[in-house]
């Protein structure tokens, strides 16, 4: 099996590779060029040197590129994890997310299609598409409300996936995934941003978290069992779409109160609005404060995922609770700041 991954350097790209290369795949990965190389989570997982990871030039922005590296690679898998993946930096720099995330995966499908190598193409669609939901919880069949140029860019993406496996026969999927966090997020996102921020609060570094809304709530599950769910999702017999999920929601106020009790300080919320606090119920210390300036122009209220159809057709469940999750990710961010 050779599988062209996308995103290589990102979060699911590098946990993606090491799952494939322990299955035994020759994995090619995508890499754009950028001013300084970004390999720290392939040295963290201890695979960018593996002989069978091979590095590859692809922008995705580019048709050429793509085309390209589908005629060099000529994999028999191609997973499209590559995006501007942030959704408040979506909201400053619109047009290109729109070129990073949506119109990319039709130069990908276009590629397929003109160069007529025969893979399989994932699709890595998001639960932002959900955005302003119109049922919980959401499934393959709930209808799209996305509150982003990050949502609808992938929704873009999503729907041409779909196209494509009903105009040209393609073994075409898209998996709908629910967040997924892990030691290797991006620190700008939140979980990563609390967990980071904790570890530098127990080390002295930092006095205090600045968060927007409190009450946002997510389905959050571990990055390495959903990069298996992307490679049963092209495992299974037909391609279809399917939803990723824990089944399970929490508040980032939830997250927070989780991420301190890993280090043994019982966080308690007092005041309301812009003026809630967080401290610390022993030394009365404030640690989180809130900051405006991180909400979002249009917020996403209430995610969760309903993953039945992935363990009924696929296997597939969340193996990882959000309690070892965050274990996990505080663990390896206070290592990091010792
Ligand atoms: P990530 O850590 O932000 O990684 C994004 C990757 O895309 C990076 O390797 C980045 O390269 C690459 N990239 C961006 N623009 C590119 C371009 N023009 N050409 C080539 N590569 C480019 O994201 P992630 O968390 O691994 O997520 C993987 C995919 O799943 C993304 O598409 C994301 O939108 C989607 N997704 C993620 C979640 C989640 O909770 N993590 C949930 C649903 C869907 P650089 O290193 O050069 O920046």
Redesign the pocket.
């Known amino acids: 099996m050779k599988a062209l991954i996308?995103?290589?350097?990102?979060?699911?790209?590098?946990y993606l590779a090491k799952n494939l290369l322990e299955k035994g795949y020759k994995v090619f990965g995508?890499?754009?060029r950028?001013s300084t190389p970004?390999f720290w989570r392939l040295e963290e997982l201890k695979i960018l040197n593996h002989p069978n990871l091979k590095i590859i030039d692809?922008?995705?922005?580019d048709l050429s590129s793509c085309i390209r590296a589908l005629n060099d690679c000529k994999p028999t898998e191609l997973y499209?994890?590559?995006?501007?993946?942030?959704v408040a930096a979506s909201f400053k720099q619109p047009l290109q997310t729109i070129?990073?995330?949506g119109t990319?995966a039709i130069n990908l499908l276009e590629s397929i299609r003109i160069t007529g190598v025969n893979c399989k193409f994932y699709q890595?669609?998001?639960?932002?598409m959900f955005g302003s939901v119109v049922e919980v919880p959401q499934n393959e069949d709930t209808p799209f409300y996305p509150r982003s140029p990050?949502g609808f860019a992938?929704l873009m993406a999503h729907w041409g996936t779909i196209n494509y496996r009903e105009s040209y026969d393609f073994f075409a999927s898209s998996g709908?995934?629910?967040?997924?966090?892990s030691p290797?997020?991006?620190i700008e996102?939140i979980t990563r941003k609390i967990t980071d921020g904790v570890a530098k609060i127990i080390k002295g570094k930092n006095d205090c978290l600045e968060i927007g809304n409190l009450d946002a709530k997510r389905d959050w599950g571990d990055?390495e069992d959903?990069v298996e769910g992307m490679r049963l999702i092209l495992s299974a017999e037909k391609s279809d779409t399917f939803v990723l999920a824990t089944g399970e929601t929490h508040s980032i106020r939830d997250f927070l109160v989780k991420a301190f009790s890993c280090v043994d300080i019982k966080l308690v919320f007092e005041g309301t609005d812009l003026n809630e606090i967080g401290i610390d119920k022993k030394t009365n210390k404030t640690l989180v404060k809130i900051n405006p300036k991180f909400y979002r122009p249009a917020e996403v209220d209430l995610l969760i995922g309903d993953p039945s159809k992935a363990k009924n057709v696929l296997g597939w469940k969340a193996i990882t609770n959000i309690d070892k999750l965050v274990q996990k990710m505080i663990n390896a961010d206070l290592k990091r700041q010792s």
Not at 58 to 61: C, E, G, S, Y
Not at 80 to 86: G, I, P, V, Y
Request: aromatic share 10%.
């Open positions: 996308t995103g290589l350097t990102g979060q699911d790209g590098a995508g890499v754009r950028i970004n692809l922008d995705i922005t499209n994890l590559a995006a501007q993946s942030f070129e990073a995330s990319s890595a669609s998001t639960s932002e990050y992938k709908i995934l629910f967040n997924h966090e290797l997020r991006g996102f990055a959903y």
